[in-house]
Each structure stands twice: as structure tokens, then as C-alpha cells.
């Protein structure tokens, strides 16, 4: 099963238009004890839903949390945040398919270390292309992730959705 890595930003937004479930259902999701405390235990002291979907999925299994390495790496003088620090910090030292992010600045230095990524959109083209969901339930998707993303996302993910 592919092994993903979600940071803060593409597991709230996951959780928020409720795909997260399906997406875990198909793909082994992988979040970082600091991702999980920035969505979930800071989400869960301002009673968001998102935070609350989360913790499920972790106490039922579903998704795992991690520590990520202690050790220093070369990407630590990068401006990057904790939680995107610790997913970077994860991939290096194991073995994860693919990184899904939202935050340019963390998908530029990805791309310039040639990391595997896609942005949060792009998990919606995984559910369907993987058989969780058809081209319809997609797009919905899709439409409820449209005011969160950037319009290029949306219009490169819609495209593939509707080329398939």
C-alpha cells in the first residue's frame, strides 16, 4: 500500500471537506507527532471539527503518527515550519511514497530536492485513479476544496479528473 505523508495543512483540509476517511481507507496516511499537534491537539482546544475527525482516525488506527527524526539534517537551516521541518525530517529517514502539501515555499524546496509530492487536490485524483470514488463524487470534491486552494491547482486537477 503507498505510504503518505500528510503535513498540517493537507490534513485539515482532508478532514475539512471529509474525504480524509476515504483517502485513509485507500493509502497508508502517515502524519508527524508535530503535525498531529499542530491540527490536532491545538484544534481540539478550539473545538474544530477537523481536529475532532483526526483524532478518530488516529485512535481507530487508520492513520498513524509518527516521531520524526531527532536528527539534524541539511534542510535544517531552511526556513520551514515545525510540523514541515519534522514530514521533510520523516521522509528522509524512511521509506514514504509521497508527500502531500499545499505551502509553496515547502513544495519549492521539494521540488528542488526532487521529493515526491502533490498538492492537496491531487489526493482527490489518487481516490479516484486508486478506485475509492468515481469521476462525479471527485469533482464534488473538488468544488468544496476550490475556495482553500490556489485556481491553478483546481483547474490542473479538474482537468485530469475529467481526461480519465
Known amino acids: 500500500m503507498m505510504k503518505i505523508l500528510l503535513d498540517a495543512d493537507a490534513s485539515i483540509k482532508l478532514a475539512k471537506i471529509s474525504i480524509i476517511e476515504t483517502f485513509a481507507a485507500g493509502f497508508e496516511v502517515i502524519i508527524t507527532a508535530e503535525v498531529y499537534g499542530e491540527q490536532v ?39 520551514l515550519g515545525r510540523g514541515e521541518k519534522s514530514v521533510l525530517n520523516y521522509y528522509l529517514a ?41 469521476k462525479e463524487q471527485g469533482l464534488k470534491y473538488l468544488e468544496l476544496l476550490t475556495p482553500m486552494i490556489r485556481d491553478e491547482n483546481m483547474f490542473y486537477i479538474k482537468s485530469k479528473i475529467e481526461g480519465l
Open 41 to 79: 491537539t491545538a484544534g481540539l482546544k478550539r473545538n474544530y471539527p477537523d481536529a475532532k475527525k483526526m483524532e478518530k482516525l488516529v485512535s481507530d488506527g487508520k492513520i498513524t503518527v509518527v516521531k520524526s527524526t531527532e536528527k539534524s539534517s541539511v534542510y535544517d537551516s531552511l526556513v
Open 94 to 134: 524512511n521509506d514514504v511514497d509521497l508527500i502531500i502539501s499545499d505551502d509553496e515555499a515547502f513544495l519549492k524546496i521539494l521540488d528542488n530536492y526532487a521529493v515526491p509530492f502533490t498538492p492537496v487536490a491531487g489526493a482527490i485524483l489518487m481516490c479516484i485513479m486508486h478506485g475509492l470514488m468515481n
